[in-house]
C-alpha cells in the first residue's frame, strides 16, 4: 500500500514538517520515500525499506546547522541520549560541540552516522574538559566511540565532531549518543560528633556517627557495615541500631544487612566509645563490603574513617559554656537536626522561635505500623513550613509549606515501627526572635466537625489553600494519584510541592511518559513497582519532556513531577500522561508533534534512518526539513510492509499547523 502527496513550494517556506497520523495499534512498518527535484520526471518513486532523501535542486551554503555556534566547549549544544541529532561541519575549520550528562559509571556511546566526508573525526571528553576518547584519521562513512569506566565522572561529557585537515562538507551528518544504565551508587561517611578540634578528654563518651546514601539509581538490598575502633584508645559502650554482632577481640562491630536502601534515602548509624587512654592520633573506621542492590549487582567496597586526638583532661577543666545566638532568642536549642531533635509527646502543644532564615527545629516522637498521625503549624505571624520524615537522615516523606502565614497540615499514617520526626523550617526566608509558632502532633485523622446544619460537612483545609490543584495531597509514592486515559492537568503549587502518579504496566509493555504544556522549568522523573529510579528527564526549560523505556517489571509504576530550583506556578497547569503498549517504539520517537519533528537532511542523497512505525495508537510521526528556493518540489511516498493500518501523509507548512496538502488515508496504491 503507498500514499503519495506532492507539492510545489514558494520562495520563504523556511520549514515543511511531514506527518504520519494512525489509530491502530499494531506495529505497522513504515518506510518513506521522499525525493526532492527541480521538475517533476526527477521524481523518484522506487521502494525503499528505509526513509531515504534526495535532493537535486539548490544547496545550502552553512546555512541550515541550527546549532551554531557550538565551536567551543562553553558553546556547547546540549542534546540528549538516544536521540539522533544532524549537523554540519562546515565551513573550513568548523567545530562542533554537543554535551549531555551523565551519571558516575555509565558506559558511553557516541556514534557518527552516513558521513558526507570520509575524513570527519569524533573526540569525547570529560567535565574538566579532558581528551578521553577518539576516534581520528579513519577512512568510511562511520564512527564510533565506546567509552567504559567505572570512575567516569558525574557531570556534562562531550562530544567533538570535526576535521583535523579543515575539510567540511555542505551536507550533514549525523550524532547520536547512547548511554548505558547508572550503576549503583553509595556514599558513606563517618564523623565525631560535637568534639571542637577531634579532641576528647580520657573519660568522655565520644558519639560517632556512620551516614550511608544510596547515590545510584536503584534499591540497595544488600547492605553490610562493619564499625572498627581503635581498642589502644577506646572501648564500645552503645549503638543504634543494635548491631548484630560485637567482636570485642577484634574490636568491631557488624551490622549484616541495613536494607533495603531506596534510591536517594540515608541511614544513620551511631556509635558510642568510651574514650579510655591518651592517643596522639586513634583511627576509627567504617567499611562496606558486599553491598548488592535490587538486580544483584554488587557495589565497590567503601572506606571512611574519623581521626581522634585523646588527651588528660586538666585539673581545673571549664565547662563548656552554652552556645548562645547574637540575636537573643530565646528558643531551645540545639535542635537544628535529626540527632538533637526535640522529644516530643503526642497531644502536646510546643511554642517555639525560628530565629534566623537558616534555623530549623526539629522534633522526635515514636508511632506504630498503621499509626495515623496529624501535624499542625499554627499560630504564626512569619511564612514557615513543615516537613515529616520516616526515619533519621532520610528524605522527607510528607510536607506542607503554604503562602504566607497560612497554616500548615500533615496527615500522615505510618508504615513501621520506629521513631519518625518533624521539621520546622522557614520556607520563604522568614525568620523572627520575638514571634513564636505553635506545632502540635496529635494521633487519629482530623475529624470533620458538622455545623448546626448536620447536612452539611465543612470542607477539609486543602494542602495548598491558594493553587487550584484538585489532587493534592500527591506528594509521595503512597498518595500517588491514578493517571486515567487522556492525563490529567495538574499544578507545581509551592517550591516544596512534588506531584507522584501512578499507573499500571504489565512486564515487556512500552511506557510513553509525556509531560507537555510546562508553565516553569519542571523535571520528569520515572519509577519503577519497588519505587527504585527508572529513567529521568534532565531537559532544562520549558519544552516538553518525555520518558520512553520497556517495562522491566510488572505492576504500579510512579512519576514524579517536580519544579526544578524550587519552580511552581499556582497560574498555570502543567500536563502529564502515561501510555503503555505492546509494541516497541521506532528509534525516532518522540517526535508526536512540530516541536518535537526530526530533523531530515535534503541535501544528501544517501541518508537512511532505518524501519519506522505508527504505534501505538494515537501515535503521529512528524518530520522536518527546509526548503531555500521557489519551484522546489516535494514527493512523499508511504509504503506499508505490515499490518492494517492506513496511514495519513500530509505536509504542514512551518508554523507547525497549516495543512498544505494530505492524502485522503484510503487503501491501495496511488
Known amino acids: 500500500m503507498k500514499k503519495r502527496t506532492a507539492l510545489t513550494l514558494g520562495l520563504g517556506l523556511t520549514l515543511a514538517v511531514l506527518c504520519l497520523l494512525g489509530s491502530h495499534s ?48 562553553n558553546s556547547a549544544t546540549l542534546i540528549n541520549a538516544n536521540v539522533q541529532y544532524a549537523a554540519y561541519v562546515c565551513p573550513a575549520g568548523d567545530d562542533d560541540y554537543f554535551k549531555f550528562w551523565v551519571v558516575s559509571g555509565q558506559e558511553i556511546t557516541v556514534r557518527l552516522i552516513d558521513l558526507p566526508a570520509s575524513f570527519f573525526d569524533l573526540a569525547l571528553y570529560d567535565p574538566n574538559g579532558s581528551l578521553r576518547a577518539s576516534h581520528t584519521g579513519s577512512t568510511g562513512w562511520n564512527r564510533e566511540i565506546e567509552f567504559v569506566d567505572p570512575m567516569t565522572a558525574t557531570g556534562f561529557w562531550y562530544a567533538r565532531v570535526f576535521d583535523q585537515g579543515d575539510g567540511w562538507s555542505e551536507y550533514a551528518y549525523y550524532l547520536k549518543v547512547t548511554l548505558g544504565v547508572p550503576p549503583p551508587a553509595l556514599e558513606l561517611r563517618k564523623e565525631a560528633l560535637e568534639l571542637p578540634g577531634s579532641i576528647a578528654s580520657v573519660g568522655d563518651t565520644v558519639r560517632f556517627q556512620i551516614t550511608l546514601r544510596n547515590t545510584g539509581p536503584t534499591a540497595i538490598t544488600t547492605l553490610p557495615l562493619t564499625d572498627v575502633f581503635d581498642d589502644n584508645c577506646f572501648s564500645y559502650l552503645d549503638a543504634d541500631p543494635t548491631p548484630d554482632n560485637v567482636d570485642e577481640e577484634q574490636h568491631r562491630a557488624l551490622w549484616y544487612n541495613l536494607g533495603p536502601l531506596p534510591a536517594g534515602a540515608s541511614r544513620i548509624v551511631t556509635v558510642d566509645l568510651e574514650a579510655h587512654s ?44 552554652t552556645a548562645t545566638r547574637s540575636t537573643g532568642c530565646p528558643e531551645i536549642e540545639p535542635d537544628n537536626d535529626f540527632s538533637s531533635a526535640q522529644d516530643l509527646t503526642l497531644g502536646t502543644d510546643y511554642v517555639d ?16 505500623s498503621g499509626d495515623t498521625i496529624q501535624v499542625e503549624l499554627t499560630d504564626m505571624e512569619k511564612d514557615y513550613a513543615l516537613r515529616l520524615y520516616e526515619q533519621e537522615g532520610g528524605m522527607a516523606v510528607e510536607s506542607s509549606d503554604n503562602f504566607g502565614n497560612a497554616d500548615e497540615r500533615i496527615t500522615f499514617t505510618a508504615s513501621w515501627d520506629g521513631m519518625h520526626y518533624v521539621e520546622v523550617y522557614s520556607g520563604s526566608g522568614e525568620s523572627s526572635a520575638t514571634l513564636t509558632y505553635k506545632l502540635r502532633v496529635s494521633r487519629g485523622a482530623p ?3 458538622p455545623t448546626a446544619t448536620a447536612t452539611v460537612t465543612p470542607t477539609a483545609t486543602p494542602l495548598y489553600p491558594n493553587c487550584p490543584d484538585g489532587f493534592e495531597p500527591n506528594n509521595t509514592f503512597d498518595y500517588a ?120 537532511d535534503v541535501l544528501y542523497a544517501g541518508h537512511s534512518d532505518g524501519e519506522l512505525s505508527i504505534c501505538p495508537a494515537g501515535d503521529e510521526d512528524w518530520f522536518s526539513t527546509f526548503f531555500s528556493e521557489a519551484g522546489d518540489r516535494f514527493s512523499g511516498q508511504v509504503i506499508l510492509t505490515s499490518g492494517s493500518a492506513i496511514p495519513q501523509l500530509c505536509l504542514v507548512a512551518g508554523d507547525g499547523q497549516t ?8 487503501s491501495g496504491n496511488e
Open 481 to 600: 494519584r491514578e493517571l486515567g486515559t487522556g492525563g490529567l492537568w495538574a499544578y507545581i503549587c509551592a517550591p516544596s510541592d512534588v506531584d507522584y502518579w501512578r499507573f499500571h504496566a504489565d512486564k515487556d509493555a512500552t511506557i510513553l511518559v509525556t509531560l507537555r504544556d510546562l508553565p516553569r522549568d519542571y523535571r520528569l522523573t520515572l519509577y519503577k513497582p519497588d519505587r527504585s529510579l527508572a529513567m529521568l528527564d534532565l531537559t532544562s526549560g520549558t519544552v516538553d519532556k518525555s520518558i520512553s523505556m520497556v517495562a522491566t517489571d510488572g505492576g504500579t509504576w510512579y512519576v514524579s513531577v517536580s519544579g526544578f530550583d524550587g519552580a511552581f506556578d499556582v497560574m498555570d497547569s502543567y500536563h502529564i500522561d502515561a501510555q503503555t503498549s505492546d509494541c516497541l517504539p521506532d528509534h525516532l520517537e518522540s517526535n508526536n508533534d512540530a516541536a518535537h519533528a526530526t530533523s531530515l
Open 278 to 321: 591518651v592517643c596522639e592520633q586513634a583511627v576509627n573506621r567504617a567499611g562496606v563490603n558486599g553491598a548488592s542492590d535490587v538486580n544483584g549487582t554488587l557495589l565497590a567496597a567503601l572506606l571512611a574513617e574519623a581521626r581522634i586526638a585523646v588527651v588528660i583532661p586538666t585539673a581545673t577543666a571549664t565547662p563548656t559554656p
Open 353 to 368: 522561635y525560628i530565629c534566623e532564615p537558616s534555623d530549623a527545629d526539629f522534633y522526635e516522637f515514636y508511632l506504630t
Open 447 to 449: 475529624t470533620a466537625t
Open 26 to 73: 499494531l506495529p505497522t512498518s513504515v518506510d518513506l520515500d521522499i525525493a526532492y527535484a527541480a521538475a517533476p520526471e526527477h521524481m523518484l518513486g522506487n521502494r525503499l525499506e528505509h526513509v531515504a532523501l534526495n535532493r537535486e535542486a539548490s544547496i545550502l551554503d552553512c546555512g541550515g546547522d541550527d546549532w551554531e555556534p557550538n565551536d567551543t566547549i
Open 659 to 666: 495543512e498544505l496538502a494530505c492524502t485522503q488515508g484510503a
